[in-house]
């Protein structure tokens, strides 16, 4: 296709205008300059970001934000704006100079010049005289009277009086209420995300009262499922998730929030409430559990726990998420470009900043989350009320006590024994069985010959590395160790005990099985060990680094070293040891195993030797140390048989208490350290780089808190919720809007600040934030206002003229036609499939997704990561499905769910062929589309055309056109007919998914009917509002 | 975003098709259908001046491989092996939680054997025999720096211009900047090997290749070598070629009595789309198929280069891309976080790493496609010349280095054969010619034909852009 000269036209209409103006424009002629709309927008865009709130980049003394830095003169210099006088007014001559090189703002900045139209608009304001007002969402809002409007009877609500007065100024017509079934279809999707059933659509459409759809919406603001609805847009606010979002991404718990939050919009809590519950539940008067489970909002942020990552560092950050967060969310402003420096365009500086981040900068936290709990979570957290697992604690927390203290009385008996026990330690050998090889074998091609001593020899290839199975029986009961030698040998090179130069040889791995079942060894010591020698290795193998023990220089001389078991070993049956040998170029030459029941099998490690080597403590200088005589007889007790046993115990008690603690769920919570950390503005933003200090307050461009408010969270959330404060109630009524319509009255729904755009219709903003306000923040009573207004109600169908005048909708000279979201798109699947289980909260669950996804980004190879749910839990609603930041659901974000890194506010809407992909072939979509087709079958009626129409119906909630059904049956008869043919092919479709297959359906016809559900679940209308 | 911006991407995207099957009727709809459409153009103004390279390869070496092992060579530091390394050349600058309680900072000499290379006498390691065949072509830039020293905060520096999560990355800004010169294909895809060095290694993020606050579609497509190469690309099992295009007609024909009603252009675009996920299930495993690649190709990439999911394989896809006009072709090969036993780890990642690295540079250059494709090598951070953990003469470990790091470039607007920039003698501080990370991607954009200032997206009212309000493009570099 090529482009064509209505492009060209569009460009250069697209090029006159400027942000802000765009509507202005288009929509009527030459108004009269409105500061706020047509000026601040340009000044704000072109020149703020050297002469406006950033004092510290500020150019020449000159501000543009403020009226005074703008009118009045400088010293010296005359003002550039001079009200009424367009030839004095130096702006106009530096904007758009004769000589390019004067102009501003300058060539070289980023900024582009004004066009012609702005400087015309510029002009004709200043001839007007340069009135200026103060930036509109910073002045609160003033409850306007309702317009006059002349087609009364359209009217609904007050709502639709400003829209309505808007589309008679701009010479238009609403559009006629859509069809009754399509605006319950919609309805349903906005309060509940979920499509009307056919029952419920029915009784809709035969409710011929005149308030039938009021009841209608009452019925769904009711419905549990509005909360999880609304819950979605707040948890994409609040950045949920369920892992900590950084590198290996590990997981955390919060769930408890988020159950909290559906919670909140069912019971309808006043959003005055919800708001301050999440940002200071926790110190409200006698907080509940409930309160503190809210305060998880501003622990739902990323963490860094990275092994590396500096707490300091990362402690900022997390204080900037939040700053930026509440910006975001409460305010509509973007706090977090104050970081580094003052705002560019708002009068937040960077003081303004770090005061507020310092009300989050007391949280009893570490900066890269110090250790997690059994539940991956860093403190602050609160373990939630559990009382059978709190049972269990508590039972074996007495337990323990027990068998501590006889523990610790046989230590004290044990201890008399201590000194006839020193006077032999050092030359004390155990008795050491040796065991003869019952089976050899080794991979890599070397081989194994067992000698008469019980020893073995290593021949064959020389591999870089091998791994050698020894199988041997012993009768032995209570073993305590294992003894490994390295037994020199005359044909090895240069008579040592390896294979390796000057018979070198290292063992790498020493493992025992009994019964298959991996023995615990303790503790590795050696007589002797090579300078590079890495014991602990032998036991506890790392991935890569192949060392362990070797005996280099000594290679001539036997050598041994000694593992001791944790628990006394009675094995019946064979043990099988493997033995690595994986150091390139050492590979093991002879070596033998025995086996011991004696209580001291080791060899006296270094530390314990040196101390039994010095006198017991007769008060001189050379004499034992209390700490080292404390330390050898805490070595002694150790090892004797009961004393173990009496050990194991304990350590299994309290493994299950720590098993049984670890089950309680926790979540993440805020609370308060007794003493404060200290605040400071950092310079650039850097952690490293504190500046001034800093106490907790709010900027000071607002109106500021009450002296007596308390400086803490609590007071900010209090101040946040005073009617006083110009911005809370117009972002969240601004939130609701765009969550209707597609796009907020205020477009930049995460910016009312300087560079956002100004709202389409800002009487409307301020009289819905006032209603807000005095409504007591009743959220339902909101969304009831919005969507039973007369605007909400039109028809989303638009002429070709109306569609050129207003692309976007702005004007709502229409109703809405708006993509169902992710979660919106997969719950519907589910709930017209009859799968969907409403089953509520709890821990988030993992629906199906391709294999390996996780598997694949992540540090470790060949670990199985994901393990996908099961029954039920496979068809529950999005909002519970299990979040991992760094792999999000793919189903969902091909749908434009964020990633849930950072706060968003407003999702993008795309189009693109993996949604398509993902549509026909993800094996949840092809099991909806078999239980979809069962439905048909059973419950569509007789003949194809009924099911189909059925189908089409349930879909989209109209009745389907014959044209419609004809296309659908000539498909669905082509399909079955191949279906017929080829069975097999129709068993394999029908195999897709966990749930069970309807066996009374013909399997080609039921596969031919899951094509067709596909091709409805795949229709542009079927994933559209309309 | 820019309003003005969004407008006019609107209507040529969107709109300019809806407003003429509207206009012209159902009739012309189909047939345009039917027929290839454009692929996705770029923005209006891009590139904003004649463009050297046309695509990226972008090789990332994910984990950050040791600069003093590869490229810096210090031959002075032999003898100066386990001395402590001086304050004056450490001054004080921060260390990670890994080595900043090491009571001490002993340097660790390479134990590889260094040589020059090609007419600009290039420094490289024995381990990297393959890459001084190509010493001609590239350039080395030793002085790299970055600002992060942790894995997580580096790579998404590096690609996304900032280290907090939230930004476009590379892939997606060329992307949306430059559009798409194929309609079978995504823009912008992504391929993930690991390494043999260093099995358990650092892990990667869909933040990487995700676009941010720029619209989903300039996401990276992420081809994958097990299951689906991409996302639910197959049919179910039971759907074969002729019933998925049975269903698609169905689709169409519901879909466009839909439109006719509500004359939303977002429904053609819809079509749209489902056309092109109709022909991705050709063209994209008709691309994966090696089979018909001659013999001589997988003599050129190495031993590895028939094993799907390796290096050395998606090298050749990168290649196979690039013929088929994909824009951005993100690589990604991990295993290079070696905190230990450097001598065992390093060599493993060369023997991955070494052969396709070169191979691609070879066979771009023999199909002519080296002028205009721009191809780039490098980590996230470089590593430290003082051992982590034990020492010995045959084994030292490295921790995390922000300070300087080497990273070659070659093809489209790159010089052919230049050493670039200089550390201190112990490859700790760049004593000549830094190249910040937002330099790097200055640098690479404008080989692209794009003025890193230019390119940018208004989001939160500010307009921005990869290199963040940081940059400067390094001439020195440019061919």
């Known amino acids: 296709m090529s482009f064509t000269k209505s492009n060209t036209r569009l460009v250069k209409f697209a090029r006159m205008m400027v942000p802000g103006v765009i509507l202005a424009l288009q929509l009527s002629a030459a108004p009269p300059v409105d500061f706020g709309r047509d000026i601040r927008p340009i000044l704000s865009d072109r020149c703020f970001t050297c002469h406006g709130p950033d004092a510290a980049n500020r150019q020449a003394g000159l501000r543009f934000d403020i009226e005074d830095g703008a009118k009045k003169a400088r010293g010296a210099r005359p003002p550039v704006i001079v009200a009424g006088d367009v030839a004095a007014s130096e702006i106009l001559k530096r904007v758009a100079p004769a000589d390019p090189a004067m102009r501003m703002p300058p060539p070289y900045s980023d900024h582009k010049p004004l066009t012609e139209t702005e400087v015309a608009t510029l002009k004709a304001w200043i001839e007007q005289g340069a009135k200026w007002q103060s930036h509109w969402s910073f002045n609160a809002p003033v409850r306007p009277a309702e317009p006059a409007v002349q087609n009364r009877a359209w009217v609904r609500n007050p709502i639709d009086t400003f829209i309505l007065a808007r589309l008679e100024k701009e010479g238009l017509k609403p559009s006629p209420e859509a069809d009754r079934d399509r605006l319950l279809r919609r309805v349903s999707f906005d309060l509940t995300g979920l499509p009307p059933t056919l029952a419920e659509l029915n009784a809709f459409l035969a409710d011929a009262s005149p308030d039938a759809y009021e009841k209608a919406v009452d019925r769904l603001l009711t419905s549990p499922r509005y ?108 706090v977090g470009c104050a970081r580094c420096h003052d705002h560019k365009f708002d009068p937040i500086l960077q003081k303004d900043f770090y005061s507020l981040a310092a009300f989050f900068n007391n949280v009893d936290e570490v900066g890269n989350g110090g250790s997690a709990d059994g539940r991956g979570n860093f403190k602050p957290y609160l373990k939630l009320p559990s009382p059978e697992l709190e049972a269990v604690v508590a039972a074996k927390d007495t337990e323990l006590k027990i068998a501590r203290e006889k523990l610790s009385a046989l230590d004290k008996e044990l201890a008399a024994g201590q000194a006839a026990w020193e006077n032999t330690a050092l030359t004390y050998q155990p008795k050491w069985e040796v065991l003869t090889p019952a089976s050899l074998k080794a991979d890599g091609g070397v081989t194994l010959k067992a000698l008469p001593d019980g020893s073995v020899l290593a021949g064959g290839a020389m591999p870089p590395a091998s791994i050698f199975e020894v199988t041997a029986e012993t009768k032995l009961k209570n073993i305590t160790g294992f003894r490994l030698e390295l037994i020199p040998d005359a044909g090895l090179p240069g008579g040592g005990s390896g294979r390796g130069t000057g018979g070198k040889g290292v ?50 001389k036997l050598h041994y070293t000694v593992m001791e078991t944790t628990r006394l070993l009675s094995p019946e049956g064979t043990l099988t040891f493997r033995i690595g040998s994986e150091y390139e170029g050492a590979l093991v030459g002879r070596f033998r195993i025995s086996v011991t029941d004696s209580e001291y099998p080791e060899v006296v490690p270094d530390d314990m030797a040196a101390i039994l080597k010095t006198p017991v403590a007769d008060g001189s200088e050379k004499a034992r140390s209390e700490k080292d005589a404390k330390a050898l007889t805490q070595y002694f007790v150790t090892h004797p048989v009961e004393r173990r046993r009496l050990s194991e115990a304990v350590a299994q008690l309290s493994s299950e208490r720590q098993a049984a603690e670890n089950k309680i769920p926790s979540t993440m919570v805020m609370s308060e350290m007794a003493t404060p950390r200290d605040m400071f503005v950092l310079v650039r933003g850097a952690y490293d780089h504190p500046g001034d200090q800093v106490t907790a307050t709010t900027p000071g461009f607002l109106p500021p808190m009450p002296v007596d408010a308390p400086r803490n969270r609590l007071g900010l959330a209090q101040w946040l919720v005073d009617p006083a404060n110009p ?73 070709p003229a109306l569609r050129e005048r207003d692309p976007e909708n702005r004007l709502i000279a229409r109703g809405p036609r708006v993509r169902l979201s992710a979660e919106m798109i997969r719950d519907q699947a589910l709930s017209v499939s009859g799968l969907l289980v409403t089953k509520m909260g709890g821990p988030s669950v993992k629906p199906y997704q391709p294999e390996g996804l ?21 068809w529950r609603r999005s909002v519970y499905s299990y979040w991992k930041r760094t792999v999000p659901p793919p189903s969902m974000t091909i749908f434009d769910a964020p990633t849930r890194e950072s706060c968003t506010v407003k999702r993008q809407m795309s189009s693109t062929p993996l949604q398509a992909l993902a549509l026909l072939n993800d094996e949840m979509y092809v099991e909806a589309s078999r239980k979809f087709a069962e439905r048909m079958v059973k419950e569509g009626g007789a003949s194809a055309s009924e099911r189909l129409a059925w189908a089409l119906r349930l879909a989209t909630s109209r009745p389907a056109s014959a044209s419609e059904v004809k296309i659908l049956e000539q498909g669905l008869d082509r399909r079955l007919a191949q279906y017929r043919v080829d069975r097999a092919a129709a068993e394999k479709l029908l195999a897709a998914g966990e749930s069970p297959r309807d066996q009374a359906i013909d399997a080609a016809e039921l596969a031919a009917y899951t094509t067709a559900a596909s091709v409805i679940l795949n229709l542009d209308e079927v994933i559209t509002r309309q | 975003m820019n309003p003005l911006r969004e407008h006019q991407l609107m209507m040529t995207r969107r709109q300019l098709l809806g407003r003429a099957a509207t206009g012209i ?47 810096d060579y210090k031959p002075g530091l032999t003898k100066r092996f386990a001395e402590e390394l001086p304050d004056s050349i450490r001054m004080g600058q921060r260390l990670t939680g890994m080595t900043s309680g090491q009571k001490k900072f002993p340097v660790a000499p390479s134990v ?123 049919n179910p099992p039971g759907i074969d070629a002729d019933r998925r295009r049975s269903m698609l007609d169905d689709i169409r024909a519901l879909n466009e009595i839909n439109e006719q009603q509500f004359g939303d ?45 390796t290096y050395a394989s998606n090298c050749i896809l990168a290649r196979r891309l690039a013929e088929r006009g994909v824009r951005f072709i993100q690589l990604y090969h991990m295993g290079w976080d070696h905190h230990e036993g450097v001598p065992r780890q390093l060599p493993p990642q060369c023997l991955d790493t070494d052969q396709p690295s070169a191979a691609l540079i070879q066979d771009l250059k023999q199909r002519g496609m080296l002028d205009d494709t721009l191809v780039v090598w490098g980590g996230e951070f470089g590593r430290t010349v003082y051992c982590q953990g034990n020492l010995s003469p045959e084994n030292y470990g490295r921790d995390h280095h922000p300070r300087c790091f080497t990273v070659w470039m070659a093809g489209g607007g790159i010089k052919q054969g230049l050493s670039y920039g200089e550390t201190d003698d112990y490859s700790y501080n760049i004593t000549e010619k830094p190249v910040h990370v937002h330099d790097m991607n200055a640098t690479l954009l404008h080989c692209l034909g794009v003025d890193h200032t230019k390119l940018t997206y208004r989001y939160q009212g500010r307009d921005f852009r990869l290199t963040d309000v940081h940059g400067t493009v ?3 570099l440019l061919a």
């Open chain 1, 227 to 334: 909360g999880e609805r609304m819950a979605v847009d707040w948890l994409d606010a609040a950045r949920y998730a369920d892992t900590h979002g950084y590198q290996t991404d590990p997981a955390k718990e919060i769930w408890p929030w988020r159950d909290w939050v559906i919670k909140a919009f069912n019971s309808n809590m006043p959003y005055s409430q919800f708001t301050v519950e999440q940002l200071a539940g926790d110190l409200l008067p006698n907080a509940t559990v409930e309160q503190k489970i809210a305060t998880g909002f501003q622990r739902n942020h990323r963490i860094n726990s990275e092994t590396g990552a500096i707490a300091e560092e990362f402690q900022a950050e997390n204080l900037v998420d939040r700053a930026a967060t509440l910006g975001t969310v409460w305010m509509g402003l973007t």
């Open chain 1, 507 to 556: 063992v790498t791995l020493f493992e025992v099985r009994a019964g298959g079942k991996k023995i615990d060894l303790s503790r590795i010591t050696a007589d002797f060990k090579s300078e590079e020698s890495e014991l602990n290795l032998v036991l506890h193998p790392a991935d890569q680094l192949k060392r362990g023990w070797g005996v280099n220089p000594e290679m001539n």
């Open chain 1, 727 to 799: 911005l809370t109630a117009r972002v969240a009524v601004n939130r609701y809007w765009q969550m209707y319509f597609g796009t907020g009255l205020v477009k930049t729904a995460d910016d009312f600040g300087s560079q956002g755009e100004a709202p389409s219709h800002p009487e409307l903003l301020d009289w819905l934030a006032t209603e807000f306000v005095r409504s007591g923040w009743d959220v339902k009573a909101m969304q009831r206002l919005i969507v039973t207004s007369a605007a909400y109600r039109q028809a989303s169908v638009a002429t």
């Open chain 1, 854 to 874: 996780w598997e694949q980004l992540s540090a470790f190879q060949g670990k199985k990561l994901f393990e996908r749910s099961t029954g039920e839990d496979l």
């Open chain 2, 25 to 71: 009727g159902t009739v012309a709809l189909g047939s345009l259908l039917a027929g290839r459409a454009e692929a996705a153009p770029g923005l209006p103004g891009f590139p904003n001046f004649p463009a050297k390279a046309k695509r990226v390869i972008y090789l990332h070496q994910s984990g950050a491989p040791s600069q003093m092992d590869l490229y």
């Open chain 2, 112 to 234: 590889y054997k260094f040589a020059q290379h090609g007419k600009a006498g290039i420094w490289l390691s024995e381990l990297l025999p393959h890459t001084a065949k190509i010493a001609d072509e590239i350039t080395v830039v030793k002085s790299t720096f970055t600002e992060a020293i942790n894995h997580d905060p580096a790579i998404t520096f590096i690609q996304t211009g900032s280290q907090v999560a939230g930004r476009p990355c590379f892939g997606s800004w060329v992307s949306y900047g430059l559009g798409c010169e194929t309609d079978d294909l995504p823009a912008f895809v992504v391929m993930i090997s690991r390494g043999t060095g260093r099995k358990v290694d650092q892990p990667l993020y869909d933040r990487l290749w995700g676009s941010g606050f720029l619209p989903t579609a300039y996401q990276g497509v992420k081809f994958r070598s097990e299951g689906d190469p991409v996302l639910y690309l197959s």
């Open chain 2, 265 to 309: 252009p977002e429904i053609v675009t819809r079509i749209r789309q489902y056309e092109m996920s109709y022909r991705m299930q050709t063209s994209v495993p008709e691309l994966t198929d090696l089979s018909k690649e001659p013999e001589s190709t997988f003599e050129l990439y190495g031993p590895d280069a028939r094993k799907p999911g």
């Open chain 2, 474 to 476: 390094v001439k020195d």
